[in-house]
Nanobody, 115 residues
Framework: QVQLVESGGGLMQPGGSLRLSCGASGNMGSRYTVGWYRQAPGKQRELVAYIISSGERSYADPVKGRFTIGRDNVNNTVWLQMNSLKPEDTAIYYC?????????WGQGTQVTVSA
């Protein structure tokens, strides 16, 4: 059974950087997609970025050029490097992994961007 645990959230000033990590336990298989989502207060959860097992990556328009998604296959981790943070990036960030026979979410990590 695949389980996910996020880490790396916190409070950061505008223009700063944070790096989120999503650690996966269990067998994800050879074909999977891992995505980072976020949900701000009063708003719907939205996709931020995803990476496919092939290595293909995609980003939502609001974060293009500022966020980078990557993976560490040795440690079974997908990370999200967030640079040039803006107050509108404030949200709970969730990791999601989907593959054959599973679709799981992490517990979320709070990111607050404020002066």
């Amino acid at each position: 059974q695949v389980q996910l645990v996020e880490s790396g959230g916190g409070l950061m000033q505008p223009g700063g950087s944070l790096r989120l990590s999503c650690g996966a336990s269990g067998n994800m298989g050879s074909r999977y997609t891992v995505g980072w989502y976020r949900q701000a207060p009063g708003k719907q959860r939205e996709l931020v970025a995803y990476i496919i097992s092939s290595g293909e990556r995609s980003y939502a328009d609001p974060v293009k050029g500022r966020f980078t998604i990557g993976r560490d296959n040795v440690n079974n981790t997908v990370w999200l490097q967030m640079n040039s943070l803006k107050p509108e990036d404030t949200a709970i960030y969730y990791c999601n992994a989907g593959g054959i026979g599973y679709d799981v979410w992490g517990q979320g990590t709070q990111v607050t961007v404020s002066a």
